[in-house]
């Protein structure tokens, strides 16, 4: 037995699942091959994963344990077996692409303003008033802001990714039952050795020569590789990657990084504990009220070049006009965007009345509340580490996670509005906390 009250109970009658339907149902083929696991099913496990912050694995095997997991998917009655292969989950979002990861993120927004509605109609209805007359600025109001996604990676320096090339080319060798002339297995192992105390002083000459060495002996190895291999081998793309990291080469501008993620970047925040993140940047756009209506994967451009883009997926899944967008000084160098005022931090200026500095100073003290939104979405919806591949999956988890940090807003202020109406029906019980920031507070010590 189910508790109607409970928030995953509530949001799942909340979601629009039959707008999924529509959309995705023309991305499988109706009368052709194994029929598809239910689209509801797909995108339901698409959202626990970064609900709860779980792997694919992980979310299937908790789904056969969780009741609410199952009626959430859309489950008729409760089952013991898996949903589907945590590969599915894979499969699907690449069939979906970033237009449908787009929808969710769109649906979660779509959830929250219905909830914010429902509770002005309430506050309207008790004040006696008709809900007509001018907009409030905070209702008008964005906050823009950047930060890096990192990628899964390990931190890159030229002696490990030299190392993985000597035994990739080793691997290759193997599988292809090709014989290389040397295979170099003693001569790299006292060079690591040398390596090692690459923080001394007196063995810095030695490391940098151990560098070069280890350089030669990875170009050779590629190098007699590409001549022994099939023109038509599969393995040729990588080696031809692992020959532009020996060579020096760059790959779009930037050094290559990884050899399994060839796009990262490297990006300097100016953090003191961390000086260089390993990944890309995304732009995170946020209410008043703390709802994420934008979220956009981008490479490494300067904040305000990003603007624009970040606008336009707003008025795309949002919807609704946005006239002021406030953002740190990382943003000067443009004042609009379309119909939208950028406000930056700056000294007042000599005609500001006293209320007008008053109203600028509380803008910009809110505008600092997007940074422990990013830094929940980092720590709890899989934004802080990207597991995704390629720079599809840049955009995917940037998409998913702010949807995810969404439902977790959705699922609290339902849960606190559930209480305010019981209170407000029954009266006050004994060990019932009627503030609802104590409310909410005590319910996310359950997830």
Known sequence: MLDPKHPLFKLANMINWPCFEETFAPLFCADN???????????????????????????????????????????????????CAASELVHFRHRIGEEGVELILKESIRVNVAIEDMKKEDED?????????????????????????????????????????????????????????????????????TQRFRGKAHSRKKVAKAD??????????????????????????HLELCTKFVNGELIDGHKIYSLHEPDVLCISKGKEHKKYEFGNKVSIVRLWNGIIVGALSFRNEYDGHTIDRAMEQVDRIYGRKVKYLAGDRGYRGQQTSGNTEMLIPDVPKVSDSDYTKAKKHKLFRKRAGIEPIIGHCKSDHRLGRNFYKG???????????????????AMRALLALV????FLLFGKREGFVEDSASLMYAHTQTF
């Open 212 to 237: 070069r060495k280890m350089r030669t002996i990875a170009g050779r190895l590629v190098r007699e590789l590409l001549r022994e291999l099939p023109a038509d081998s599969g393995y040729r793309p």
């Open 391 to 409: 720079l599809f999956g840049d955009s995917v988890n940037v998409m998913l996670a702010a949807a995810a940090f969404n439902l977790k807003r």
């Open 33 to 83: 091959g194994r029929p598809p696991k239910p689209i509801r099913l797909m995108v339901g496990l698409l959202m626990l994963k970064h609900l709860r912050n779980v792997s694919d694995e992980q979310v299937v095997a908790q789904f056969t344990e969780n009741a609410y997991y199952q009626y959430f998917c859309g489950m008729e009655a409760f089952g013991t077996a898996a949903p």
């Open 125 to 193: 209805r008790k004040n006696r008033k008709d809900g007509r007359g001018r907009k409030n600025d905070e209702d008008q109001t964005a906050f823009i802001d950047s930060t890096v996604q990192e990628k899964n990676v390990t931190y890159p320096t030229d002696s490990k990714l030299l190392k993985k090339i000597i035994d990739y080319c080793h691997k290759v060798a193997k599988a292809e039952g090709t014989k290389v002339r040397q295979s170099y297995t003693r001569e790299v192992k006292d060079l690591k050795l």
């Open 419 to 422: 209480q305010r109406w019981i």
